[in-house]
């Protein structure tokens, strides 16, 4: 079965802390890999999107990593602030043309002053 | 900085109504989609829209649901005739391209509830 599972489910850290969400997937065939941040009542917006030939992108303060042999990937977030209080999911779109994505259930952060 | 835009924000109905939800995607995009979140619960992927045919559609996306672009600018979702399962929040995203790379900018979302 297609599934994106993520840990933790929720996290709460200190402002200026660094924190790093984990995303499994055994969704297949893969064509890439997304994180989006959804703010509450929000769109996701898109924060990284990685193929399967990639294994690190940065976008500022977060890095996703992937590694596809173990279909894993990690998002870090470096020197958090209050505004990345939101969800975080990860996203596996299935196909080649990369149209039919599988969420994960997100994970909840919340920074702290 | 271009956005999806959607409308309603809230749209009330009752059980059996039919419903149309409408979006606007970014002017030079070429590619619709539609997902819904019901409250609580992950984002599904329900459809994708290109050139206007429907792309790619999951399971939730029954007979009771349909696309449409029925002019230059908007994008819309019909659903025939609501259940109380309907209940969600019903997102819109569009892309320039076509294919894994490009990034979906989704708009704020409908909350619909089915009374």
């Known amino acids: 079965k297609n599934q994106v599972e993520q840990s933790p489910q929720s996290l709460i850290i200190l402002e200026g802390k660094n924190c790093t969400l984990q995303c499994n997937y055994t969704v297949s065939p893969f064509s890439n890999l997304r994180w989006y941040k959804q703010d509450t009542g929000r769109g996701p917006v898109s924060l990284t999107i990685m193929t399967f030939s990639e294994n690190t992108k940065s976008n500022g303060r977060y890095t996703a990593t992937l590694d596809a042999d173990t279909k894993q990937s990690s998002l870090h977030i470096t020197a958090s602030q209050l505004s990345d209080s939101a969800s975080y999911i990860c996203?596996?779109?299935?196909?080649?043309?990369?149209?039919?994505?599988?969420f994960g259930p997100g994970t909840r952060l919340s920074v702290l002053p | 900085e271009p956005e999806v835009t959607q409308t309603p924000s809230h749209q009330v109905t009752q059980m059996g109504q039919e419903v149309i939800l409408r979006c606007v995607p970014i002017?030079?995009?070429?590619?619709f989609y539609w997902y819904r979140q019901i409250l609580g619960q992950k984002v599904e992927f329900l459809v994708s829209f290109y050139n206007n045919e429907i792309s790619e559609k999951s399971e939730i996306f029954d007979d009771q649901f349909s696309v449409e672009r029925p002019d230059g600018s908007n994008f819309t979702l019909k659903i025939r005739s609501t259940k109380l399962e309907d209940s969600a929040m019903y997102f819109c995203?569009?892309?320039?391209?076509?294919?894994?790379?490009?990034?979906?900018?989704f708009g704020p979302g409908t909350r619909l509830t089915v009374t």
């Open positions: 995203a569009s892309s320039e391209r076509y294919g894994g790379n490009y990034e979906q900018y």
């Open positions: 996203v596996v779109s299935r196909n080649n043309y990369g149209q039919n994505f599988v």
């Open positions: 002017s030079n995009h070429l590619y």
